[in-house]
């Protein structure tokens, strides 16, 4: 048997969270191999709204093992919140999540520390959701980490301040940045308190030993491929591997046990935080989308930025993460056009090129666009493949021809109910 990868093709936000849901009845165990609380994963059913930072999406569903794999930082404050909320909701999830013990935890001096780095960037800041990740992985390539098997040590606190009062000294060179650390540092120590309740677990023999004996595994990524540490926007990008070999080191899934790969994209992009974004639209178009498509940010409510398709970014998605079937989210909100447009090609220092180079800052890269007629009206109510109006099955072959992938998802809502599987063996009933 082997893992097979779901995750994100843009900039984030492309709808992971409402895929893994409904792929979740096909699989055994969900595993989020990355990433933290940054993320912010929907997932809708039953009139209800639930949104997701570090819990896999795979927790809605009976009888699912759910992992927190070694590659993502956990901030233990947000964690219990999340769990809070999944109490509310009448879902228990004590005997159905589980951590990897080799994860990494976030404290609250890592949220000063990226507060206080993006305050001394000025412009030039990343526009980090603040949480702490680029700190905490920082400490783990640093080898100075605190990881979740630590808080079984007798020695954990002793190491909490050990690395506490380094982050405190770091802190005294911005001179303008003002903190209180006492309620944060006592909410977190009750907080890994609270994260007892959970089982720690040797995450990579667990998977391992669930794919030799023929349970399926989902591995959830977070994020987007254009923030990857290595192949997204640097520096405006996070700080782990979101593609498909960060499921290999976020799990410990060996690359030869790696099967399908789930490229989720939207059909047109967004983008929150700073850095480039060749095909983002300045003016009422962009507007449009973002209304239209309700476009604020999961974890930080911030407006995202929107913009058009890209087609070489998304070929090179496709490319780094060896995409074997692609998703496309909110094909409805691109309902409210008659019209949109779709960018090709790029002119780059004077030549047209179709693949996505080493800088796509706006003064090396310009959007080559072609227009494409759009499927006006109301696609939310559609539930039957045979009914797909003709120009979005004509944009849904293009890609497919463009990509070399083929389009097995297509969505068009937000409710679990609003999907259609294009691929009768991804139907839940087969
Ligand atoms: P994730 O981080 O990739 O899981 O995505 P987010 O949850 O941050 O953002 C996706 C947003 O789009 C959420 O508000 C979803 O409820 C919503 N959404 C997902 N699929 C669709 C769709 O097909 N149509 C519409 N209109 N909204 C969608
Ligand atoms: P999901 O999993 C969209 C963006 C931030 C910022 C940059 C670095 O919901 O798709 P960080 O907090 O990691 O230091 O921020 O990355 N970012 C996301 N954008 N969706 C996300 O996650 C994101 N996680 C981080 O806005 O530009
Ligand atoms: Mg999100």
Redesign the pocket.
């Known amino acids: 048997m082997k893992a097979d990868v779901l995750l ?1 093709l843009q900039w ?7 895929i893994v849901d409904v792929l979740t009845p096909k699989y055994g165990v969900i595993a989020r191999f990355q990433g933290g609380p940054n ?4 997932i ?1 059913f039953d009139g209800k ?1 639930h ?1 997701l930072h570090t819990i896999p ?1 795979g927790i809605f569903r009976d009888d699912i093992l759910n992992v927190v794999g070694n590659g993502v930082v956990v901030d233990p404050v947000i964690f219990k919140k999340e769990i809070e909320g999944l109490l509310e909701s009448g879902v228990s999830p004590f005997d159905s999540l589980v951590i990897s013990r080799k994860a990494h935890l976030i404290m609250p001096t890592h949220g000063l520390l990226d507060a206080a780095s993006e305050m001394a960037k000025g412009k030039l800041k990343i526009g980090s959701t603040l949480k702490g990740i680029g700190p905490a992985y920082m400490d783990k390539t640093g080898r100075n980490g605190l990881r979740i098997g630590d808080i079984e040590s007798a020695h954990f606190l002793e190491r909490y301040a050990l690395l506490r009062d380094k982050h405190v000294h770091m802190l005294v060179q911005f001179k303008d940045y003002k903190y209180d650390l006492s309620k944060a540092e006592s909410d977190w120590l009750e907080a890994i308190e609270y994260l007892k309740k959970f089982k720690f677990i040797d995450s990579e023999h667990i998977l391992n030993k669930e794919l030799k004996e023929g349970r399926g595994i989902l591995a959830e990524g ?1 994020q ?1 491929t254009m923030l990857d540490i290595d192949f997204g926007t640097y520096p405006f990008v996070t700080s782990s591997n979101t593609i498909t070999a960060g499921a290999c080191t976020g799990l410990g899934i060996p690359p030869n046990k790696i099967g399908e790969v789930f490229g ?1 994209f939207k059909a047109y992009c967004t983008r929150v935080g700073s850095g480039p974004f060749p095909t983002e639209l300045l003016e009422e178009t962009g507007e449009k989308l973002r209304a239209a ?2 476009e604020f ?3 930080t409510g911030r407006p995202r930025r929107c913009g058009w398709l890209d087609l070489p970014q998304l070929k090179y998605a496709v490319m780094v993460n060896g995409v074997t079937q692609l998703c496309m ?5 691109l309902g409210e056009f008659d019209e949109i447009e779709v960018c090709t090609h790029y002119m780059h220092k004077g030549e047209k090129i179709d693949y996505l180079p080493y800088d796509i800052r706006p003064d090396e890269v310009q959007p080559i666009y072609k227009t494409i007629e759009c499927w006006p009206g109301d696609l ?1 109510r559609l539930r039957d493949v045979a009914d797909i109006p003709a120009s979005l099955n004509a944009y849904i072959k293009m890609i497919e021809d463009e990509t070399g992938v083929p389009i097995s998802i297509l ?4 409710d679990r109910e ?1 999907t259609l599987i294009l691929k009768s063996d991804l139907r839940n009933d087969t």
Not at 329 to 333: G, H, I, L, Q, Y
Not at 411 to 414: F, Y
């Open positions: 994100g984030g936000d492309e709808g992971k969270g409402k993320a912010g994963h929907t809708i709204k949104v999406s977070a987007g989720i498509g309700f940010g999961a974890t989210m909110k094909a409805d909100v939310t969505s068009v809502g937000p609003q």
